[in-house]
C-alpha cells in the first residue's frame, strides 16, 4: 500500500533555477492536490486535479505549472524558482470531491530556494 | 477571511493530563465537513476524524474525542489523559459543499505533551 507517493523529500535550489515535484498515488483516486505549508501556517492550496487531462488553480497558483497526463500521476513545476517558494509541498488525492471523504497526503517535499 | 481559526498556536501539558484544542469556522453552506489532522514531528499529515454539517453528535475514539457545535461554528478536539506521543501539530480544516475541490487549514496547533 504505498499510498501517495512524492519525490524528492528534500531539494535546495537557486533562485531562478527550474524543478519538478513529482507525485504519484495507486489508488486510483481522481481527485489530485498540491498544497504548500509555509512555516507556523496551515496549508494552502496550489492547484489541484479532478481527472486525468483537467487541472485547475487553487489559492496561491503563481509562479507553479501542473500536468495530469495519467490518473496516477500529477508533477508540479517550478520554473523560476524564487525564495518565497520555500515552503513544504505537500502532495493529496482523494476518491471523491473532499467534501465527502478526507485526503491521503504524501509524506511532503521540503524546499529550499537560495 | 479566515475561515478556520485555531487561536491556540502552541499548549504545553504534562503527560495524562487532558487538553483541548479549539476550531472555529466560518461558512455559509448549509453542507459542509470539518476535519481534524495531525502532524507529527516526522512532517506527515494524518487524518483523525471527518464530521458533516447534518451530525452534532460528538464522538469519542480511545482518548480522542469531538464536540461539534453548530451554535457557535466549533469543532473542539479533546485528547484525554494525553501521552508523549502525542505531542505534534494539529490542524482543524473545513470543506465546503460549493468550493468542495479544496480544504481551508487552520494555522494548528502545536501540542507538546511533556513526561
Known amino acids: 500500500n504505498a499510498g501517495v507517493t512524492q519525490t524528492p523529500k528534500f531539494r535546495i535550489l537557486k533562485i531562478g533555477q527550474s524543478m519538478t515535484l513529482q507525485c504519484t498515488q495507486d489508488?486510483?483516486?481522481?481527485?489530485m492536490y498540491w498544497y504548500r505549508q509555509d512555516p507556523g501556517m496551515g496549508l494552502k492550496l496550489i492547484y489541484y486535479?479532478?481527472?486525468?487531462?483537467?487541472?485547475d488553480k487553487g489559492e496561491v497558483p503563481n509562479g507553479y505549472n501542473v500536468s495530469r497526463s495519467t490518473t496516477e500521476d500529477f508533477p508540479l513545476r517550478l520554473e523560476l524558482a524564487a525564495p518565497s517558494q520555500t515552503s513544504v509541498y505537500f502532495c493529496?488525492?482523494?476518491?471523491?470531491?473532499?467534501?465527502?471523504?478526507?485526503?491521503?497526503f504524501g509524506s511532503g517535499t521540503r524546499l529550499t530556494v537560495v | 477571511a479566515q475561515k478556520v481559526t485555531q487561536a491556540q498556536t502552541e499548549i504545553s501539558v504534562v503527560e495524562k493530563e487532558d487538553v483541548t484544542l479549539d476550531c472555529v469556522y466560518e461558512?455559509?453552506?448549509?453542507?459542509?465537513?470539518l476535519f481534524w489532522y495531525k502532524q507529527p514531528p516526522s512532517g506527515e499529515l494524518v487524518f483523525l476524524i471527518r464530521?458533516?454539517?447534518?451530525?452534532?453528535q460528538n464522538e469519542i475514539s480511545g482518548r480522542y474525542s469531538w464536540n461539534f457545535q453548530k451554535s457557535t461554528s466549533s469543532f473542539n478536539f479533546t485528547i484525554t489523559a494525553s501521552q508523549v506521543v502525542d505531542s505534534a501539530v494539529y490542524f482543524c480544516?473545513?470543506?465546503?459543499?460549493?468550493?468542495?475541490?479544496?480544504?481551508?487549514f487552520g494555522t494548528g496547533t502545536s501540542l507538546t505533551v511533556i513526561p
Open positions: 493529496a488525492s482523494s476518491y471523491l470531491a473532499t467534501g465527502s471523504y478526507g485526503y491521503t
Open positions: 480544516a473545513l470543506s465546503e459543499v460549493t468550493t468542495g475541490n479544496q480544504f481551508y
Open positions: 486535479s479532478v481527472g486525468a487531462g483537467i487541472t
Open positions: 489508488m486510483n483516486h481522481n481527485y
Open positions: 464530521r458533516n454539517s447534518f451530525d452534532e
Open positions: 461558512t455559509r453552506d448549509t453542507t459542509y465537513y
